[in-house]
């Protein structure tokens, strides 16, 4: 439990996702933080904002404070019972006719019943606190991919802007050209039809942009037209983590895991708690009666005295098979807890695994984009221009090699995106920043 304050501040307020940013705080309005959005998002504020709006968060918060009150409720003894009876004919009795009476009494479980069942409920606790740090680190990353996939779209509509400009200046080109007998009609509809093309992607790409301007609204409790302006880029970030690392650190810091290992240790309380279920509990009580004065010639000399005395139960659990089948109940339960956590772990692994490969392809891709095949289209536009013009290479080729390039320039910046959206995943399973090594808790090796 020791990493319990680390995780509470590193994922729940975003740092995971940010790094160049850390000055990440909850201490900010939400007006104050809206009017930001409205003419630049950035992610810090975007995380800021949800944590103070979003109803999800919210209720896992309020879910926590039932399970610390169902706590305090189940660890204290059972309300004591007051009874009370009224004889319409009232008993008689030696000492007179006795008109009502009076119970009182108070159902003790076995020493040590409470404090079992109090490490019961006390795990139940501990788990809704991790459910809470799972919701939020949910929001984190829904926040977060949706925030990358705004960058790229808002990217890619300036990618599209520009090749729509070069364009309509190709397609003025080769009219002329065709003009001159320097190309064919064929290269004039091609080129018109590139253009129609990519003002299609920018209509497009604009309508996507407000469907990822809603989302993000949404999470951050909003109504779905409230203004947000340009999302503003982060760093770029590398990993220094292993996959096998990451593996480590997923086991130790992953939700799901923390609490199927809180189940376990449930079911081995509950184990014990059944050991004292099946042990007799006491009930201690009070009770006194109303005597009335008798209606005799001579009565005795403690007539119409109250009657009072001291009552003392004794539950027994004498149906042994109800008790085996108790303890029997509790045992499977603990095996089926430790199978779901080895069953969440290998699930855990096998989703890290297929992060990894994602977030490394994503690397290649943009090197590979980056450094060769984006430089060489350029390259390969700049000499087929120059070609064209000098009568020594088609139109048509010119606008192949235009085109391809549009497309290594969306291509980089869809890999920069899901590279993003990838390393905020690991990040989440792992629990710590993967571009930086994290200091090791107190009291650890």
Not at 85 to 110: H, K, M, V
């Amino acid at each position: 439990m020791k990493r319990f304050a680390i995780l509470s501040v590193v994922l729940c307020f975003g740092f995971l996702v940010f790094p160049q940013d850390r000055s990440f705080a909850t201490r900010e309005t939400l007006p104050e933080i809206k009017v930001r959005l409205s003419t630049a998002i950035q992610l810090s504020d975007l995380l800021n904002y949800a944590y103070l709006s979003n109803p999800a968060i919210t209720a896992s918060k309020e879910s926590w404070k039932i399970f610390i009150e169902n706590y305090r409720i189940g660890k204290t003894y059972p309300d004591p019972q007051l009874m009370t009876t009224f004889f319409p004919s009232p008993i008689e009795t030696r000492l007179g006719p006795q008109d009502w009476n009076l119970t009182l009494s108070q159902a003790i479980p076995f020493p040590g019943t409470l404090t079992r069942k109090g490490r019961v409920l006390e795990a139940d606790v501990r788990i809704a606190r991790l459910r809470v740090d799972k919701t939020m680190k949910e929001i984190v990353r829904s926040i977060s991919t949706s925030f990358y996939e705004l960058i790229y779209i808002q990217k890619a509509i300036h990618i599209a802007q520009a090749n729509l400009s070069l364009n309509k200046r190709l397609s003025a080109i080769s009219q002329n050209a065709y003009a001159k007998n320097k190309a064919l009609f064929y290269d004039v509809s091609k080129a018109q039809a590139q253009t129609a093309q990519i003002q299609y992607d920018i209509l497009l790409l604009r309508e996507l942009e407000q469907t990822e301007k809603t989302k993000l609204n949404t999470l951050l409790n909003r109504s779905p037209d409230d203004a947000l302006g340009n999302a503003i880029s982060l760093l770029p970030r590398q990993t220094v983590y292993s996959l096998n690392e990451i593996y480590d650190l997923a086991m130790e810091n992953q939700e799901d895991i923390l609490i199927a290992g809180e189940k376990i240790q449930k079911s081995e309380d509950a184990i014990q708690l059944t050991k004292f279920e099946n042990l007799p509990s006491f009930k201690l009580g009070l009770f006194y009666a109303g005597i009335g004065h008798p209606e005799v010639a001579t009565p005795p000399q403690d007539a119409g005295d109250d009657a009072v005395g001291v009552q003392l139960g004794l539950n027994l659990p004498l149906w042994f098979g109800k008790n085996k089948s108790r303890t029997t109940k509790a045992l499977a339960v603990r095996a089926k807890a430790r199978a779901n956590k080895r069953l969440t772990a290998n699930r855990t692994k096998a989703v890290i695994s297929r992060l990894w490969f994602k977030l490394e392809n994503s690397k290649r891709l943009i090197a590979l984009y980056k450094n060769q095949l984006l430089p060489q289209a350029l390259a390969s536009v700049q000499t087929a221009e120059s070609w064209f013009r000098e009568d020594q290479g088609s139109f048509a080729d010119f606008l192949e090699i235009q085109a391809t390039a549009y497309n290594f320039q969306l291509s980089l910046e869809r890999a920069r995106a899901d590279y993003g959206i990838t390393l905020v995943a690991l990040e989440q399973l792992a629990g710590v920043l993967l571009d930086t090594h994290q200091p090791a808790a107190k009291g650890e090796n």
